[in-house]
């Protein structure tokens, strides 16, 4: 998959502290004088966001299919590339996602049993050489997502309805890419203090600039 320089994303299951990692990270880097875009996925476009609406709809567990979570995840991401994302790498500015293209290999291929094929096909023709040229998996244990994400309080969406045995196969997933594509996807364990692990991370993050 072709990469594009200056484009991040931070991936892992819930709870391990992406939103905030991505935001030391940024002011970390704007301290240094880098201009940083930052996004969640699905999402940070308008039309991203109704998508994202219906994407984790609780009311639609059981009911919506594989294919078209897998569709609407890439719609999403097509309308972020091109209205916020490739702008953006474009003026010269650093692009960090919570989340992009690596969470459907881990959630839609590998989980739902999708595959890799169907996967890569549609991320291909989504991201069009906008794949970020480094993305970092934040791992942690199911049991250590579900103690974390149980703090927050409140109902669970679509997604965070799913059992531990699937989150189990999307950390796999996430692991299986790591392992495989090791010059674009890097795992660090994060069951360690936040500022030694945000620490790794701004100096990944930093090596590519």
Known sequence: ???????????????????????????????????????????????????????????????????????????????????????????????????????????QGYARGLGADMVQRLTELTCDGCFPELTVVLDLTVEQSRARTAKRGGAPDRLEQEKADFFERVRQGYLAAAREFPDCVAAIDVDRPFEEVSAELIKLVKSRL
Not at 83 to 98: F, M, R, T, Y
């Open 1 to 107: 998959m072709k990469t594009a320089k200056r484009f991040f994303s931070l991936e892992g299951i819930d709870g391990s502290g992406k939103s905030t990692h991505i935001e030391k990270l940024a002011n970390a880097l704007e301290a240094e004088g880098y201009s940083v875009v930052r996004l969640r996925e699905p999402g940070g476009a308008k039309i991203s966001e109704r998508i994202r609406e219906i994407l984790l709809d609780a009311s639609f567990k059981g009911v919506m299919a594989d294919k078209t979570e897998l569709l609407l995840y890439n719609a999403a991401r097509a309308q972020v590339i091109a209205e916020i994302i490739q702008p953006a790498l474009d003026a010269g500015k650093i692009v960090i996602a919570d989340r992009f293209a690596w969470s459907t290999f881990a959630y």
